[in-house]
C-alpha cells in the first residue's frame, strides 16, 4: 500500500526485523564489556536483584480480561528496549544497569499547575490496581500481562490541563552511560497521545506487573500501558509528560514515517508496509489467532475515532 520514494528507503531500513546490534557490541559501546571481564565474564543480570518487592493492596479492575496470562518468564525475558539492545533477550540482561532511584517525572506544558512527582510520591499517588491488558507488538507477537498502576488521567487532571492543550508528548530517560550510544532510534525515545486518548480510563501508568514493582527490562520505574495501540505506544521508563497544543513527534515515525504513524491503533485491516497485521502469535502458542479491531478493545474506544479516516490516519 504505502510505496517508499528512494529517499525514505534508509529510515524505513530501521525495523526490529533488519537492525542488529550483537551483545558484544552493546557492551563495547557502553562500556559494559570491561567491567564483565573483569569479574570474569559473570554478566550484570536485572533478575539477580531476586525478590521484587510486592505492590499492594491491589483492587482488581473491571477492564482485565479473563485469558489466561503470558507466563511471568516470557514477559520478563521476551522484551523490546531498544536502549538496551535490539534482541529480545537483550534488555533482561542489559536493563539491570539503570538506577530507577532517585526519580522523578515532570509533568508539564499546557498546565495550570505544572509538577515535577518523585517516583515514591506515584507509588502512592493513587490506589493501585491490576489490570490484566491484551498486548500486541507491531511485530505480530502479543500477550496477556498483569500490570499495575493506575490511570493517567489521574494523574494529569493533577495539573489541570489548560483549554489549549490538545495532545500528551511522554519523553523517556537516556542515559548513554547503561544505554546503547547507537542511534537506533532517535534517542530519548519519544511518543504521544491525542489528549482523549491519554484520558481514556483503559490508558494506565504501570508501576508493576504480576503484583511486584516493574522490572527493569519492563519500563521502570514507570511506563505507560495503551492496550488497544501497537506496543512501541506503551514507552518506558518515563521522565517527562508534556501537555501540547500541536501533535508531538514520536520517535518511531520520525525513523520510518510510512511505517509508524501517529496512531498506530492496533488494526487488522490496515497492514504495515512490510506485515500483514491480520493475525498475530500469542507468546507460548504455536497457532496464529485473528488479531482484533483495536485489540479487542474497540467497545470501549471505537468512538474516540468516529468519522476518522483509520487508513490515513494509521
Ligand atoms: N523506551 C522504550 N519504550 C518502549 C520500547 C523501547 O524500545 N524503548 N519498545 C516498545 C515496544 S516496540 C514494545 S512491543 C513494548 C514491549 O514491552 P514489554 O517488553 O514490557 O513487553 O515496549 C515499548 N516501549
Ligand atoms: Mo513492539
Redesign the pocket.
Known amino acids: 500500500m504505502l510505496i517508499q520514494r528512494p529517499s525514505d528507503i534508509l529510515p524505513s531500513e530501521i525495523t ?1 526485523h533488519a537492525l542488529f546490534e550483537d551483545r558484544r557490541r552493546f557492551l563495547r559501546d557502553t562500556g559494559l564489556l570491561l567491567a564483565a571481564g573483569a569479574i570474569g565474564g559473570a554478566l550484570p543480570r536485572a533478575e539477580a536483584a531476586g525478590a521484587a518487592a510486592k505492590l499492594g493492596p491491589l483492587a482488581a479492575s473491571p477492564f482485565s480480561t479473563g485469558e489466561e496470562k503470558t507466563g511471568y518468564k516470557a ?1 520478563t525475558t ?6 538496551f539492545g535490539t534482541d529480545k533477550g537483550d ?1 533482561v540482561e542489559n536493563a539491570g544497569r539503570l538506577a530507577t532511584r532517585p526519580w522523578t517525572v515532570r509533568v508539564e506544558g499546557l498546565a495550570g499547575k505544572p509538577r515535577t512527582f518523585d517516583i515514591d510520591e506515584l507509588l502512592r499517588f493513587a490506589p493501585l490496581e491490576e489490570r490484566i491488558y491484551r ?1 500486541r ?3 505480530g507477537w502479543s ?1 496477556v ?1 498483569p500490570w499495575v498502576g493506575f490511570p493517567l488521567a489521574s494523574l494529569l487532571k493533577r495539573v489541570e490541563p489548560l483549554g489549549s492543550a490538545k495532545y500528551v508528548e511522554f519523553v ?1 530517560h537516556y542515559d548513554p552511560q547503561v544505554m546503547s550510544r547507537r542511534q537506533v ?1 532517535d534517542w530519548p ?1 519519544t511518543e504521544g497521545l491525542r489528549l482523549d486518548e491519554a484520558l481514556h480510563p483503559l490508558t494506565i501508568l504501570t508501576v508493576g506487573l504480576y503484583g511486584e514493582v516493574l522490572p527493569n ?3 521502570a520505574p514507570v ?1 505507560l500501558v495503551v492496550p488497544w495501540k ?8 518515563i521522565v517527562t509528560i508534556r501537555l501540547t497544543e500541536k501533535q508531538p513527534a514520536t520517535a518511531w515515525n520520525k525513523a520510518a514515517r510510512h511505517e509508524y504513524g501517529f496512531y498506530s491503533n492496533v488494526n487488522p485491516q490496515v497492514d504495515h508496509p512490510r506485515w500483514s497485521q491480520a493475525t498475530e502469535r500469542r507468546i507460548g502458542e504455536i497457532r496464529k489467532r485473528p488479531t482484533l479491531m483495536f485489540n479487542g478493545y474497540a467497545e470501549q474506544v471505537a468512538s474516540l475515532y468516529q468519522g476518522m479516516d483509520l487508513r490515513a490516519n494509521f
Do not use: A, D, H
Open positions: 526490529p514477559v521476551y522484551n523490546n528496549f531498544y536502549e534488555p498486548m507488538c507491531v511485530e500477550m500481562i523517556t532510534l525515545y527490562q519492563n519500563g511506563r501497537y506496543g512501541f505506544k506503551s514507552v518506558k521508563s
